[in-house]
Nanobody, 124 residues
Framework: QVQLVESGGGLVQAGGSLRLSCAASGRTFSNYAMGWFRQAPGKEREFVANIRGNGFSTIYADSVKGRFTISRDNAKNTVYLQMNSLKPEDTAVYYC?????????????????WGQGTQVTVSS
C-alpha cells in the first residue's frame, strides 16, 4: 500500500511558477513509476508527466513540454513537478499517482495509487 500526499498548489499569475511535491509512504519507492495528472472543471483527467522509478526517463504531455519538469528524490520518497511559464489553461486540480511498475504510463488506469489532489489556479 502506498499513500500519496501532494502539496505546493496555490494561486499564481500567468507567467509565474509553482513547485508541486508529492510525498509517498511505504518502502521501495524506487520500484514505482510516478505520474502527474490534472483535471480542470468540466473536463476529464489528463496526463501531465511521468517518471520512471530510477528517475532516468521522463515523458511529458505536449501542452506542458518545455515548461514543466518532473523529478524525484528516492531517498526522500518524493516526486516533484516544477511548473514554469504558467498559463490560465493550466488551472486544474493536480494529482500525483504511483504505478506498480518502474515504467511510466500515459494512462490513469495504469496507476493504482492516487493522492488527494492540490489546486493550481493561474490568473490572467
Amino acid at each position: 500500500q502506498v499513500q500519496l500526499v501532494e502539496s505546493g498548489g496555490g494561486l499564481v499569475q500567468a507567467g509565474g511558477s509553482l513547485r508541486l511535491s508529492c510525498a509517498a509512504s511505504g518502502r521501495t519507492f524506487s520500484n514505482y513509476a510516478m505520474g502527474w495528472f490534472r483535471q480542470a472543471p468540466g473536463k476529464e483527467r489528463e496526463f501531465v508527466a511521468n517518471i520512471r522509478g530510477n528517475g532516468f526517463s521522463t515523458i511529458y504531455a505536449d501542452s506542458v513540454k518545455g515548461r514543466f519538469t518532473i523529478s524525484r528524490d528516492n531517498a526522500k520518497n518524493t516526486v516533484y513537478l516544477q511548473m514554469n511559464s504558467l498559463k490560465p489553461e493550466d488551472t486544474a486540480v493536480y494529482y500525483c499517482a504511483a504505478r506498480t511498475s518502474y515504467i511510466g504510463s500515459y494512462y490513469s488506469r495504469d496507476y493504482a495509487y492516487w493522492g488527494q489532489g492540490t489546486q493550481v489556479t493561474v490568473s490572467s
